[in-house]
């Protein structure tokens, strides 16, 4: 008497947990399937010590997409950035659900950074209906195409043999006339003087735009977005 029998049962699913990732490994998310020279950071890099060269800690790449994305901001805490390179299927902002994006913005207020690197073509990030407009930074994009990248070496490399694109695409970013300040801080200008990654500031984390084509295929089969050149100094980092 007063012990409860099991029901029946109604189905069985076996699956594998994949091997959890310490906590002390800082953890990247990629939105995307190119990931843009953050290879550098990571500890398959070609060295023995088993630790990155360009960081204090190991860093894990995480593939992510937008439906794989949590609905709570608790599941992107552990989390330090997220770099969104992808478009298409299942990688567009406005595909996001409501609790997803909303999941995002409250990370990068608790101290998160998004990094979106604009795609070459049809990007919508500027769109004020997307779901995470709120957060991105008070921008116009200018796109300009057939531009020579090698006016802008020093911002990807500091390889003066790798060939870079003559033809390539760079988008522009212009402060809003009413931006206030904070919300679109130029971080990386072109030979111009004009900003090509901005960032703004939203509560303790921030949201940066790279316009510059740094997912491309081009730039990925040359290895030349150098994470030492180009990414410490997108994230705040340090490298040697």
Partial sequence: AG?????ALLGRTKFRVPAPIESRVGLFGVVGRNIAGLRNFTTDAGYNSGHPPMAHEKVELVAMSVSSLPD????LSGMETIVWT????DMEPSELSEDSAAAIREWV???????????AVGQNWTDPRQPLA???PRISV???????LNPYRALLTDDAKVALPTAGVVQVLEPLPDAKPGEATRVLVGPDGKSVVT???VGSGAVTVVGLDVASRTLDGLNAVKADVFWNRVLGRRGR
């Fill in 86 to 89: 992808g478009t298409g299927p």
């Fill in 134 to 136: 709120e957060i991105f």
């Fill in 142 to 148: 200018q796109r300009l195409e057939a531009v020579d």
């Fill in 72 to 75: 709570r901001w608790m599941g």
């Fill in 3 to 7: 012990v409860a029998r099991a029901g």
């Fill in 109 to 119: 207020m608790r101290g998160g950074h998004l990094v979106v690197v604009l795609p």
């Fill in 199 to 201: 960032t703004r500031t």
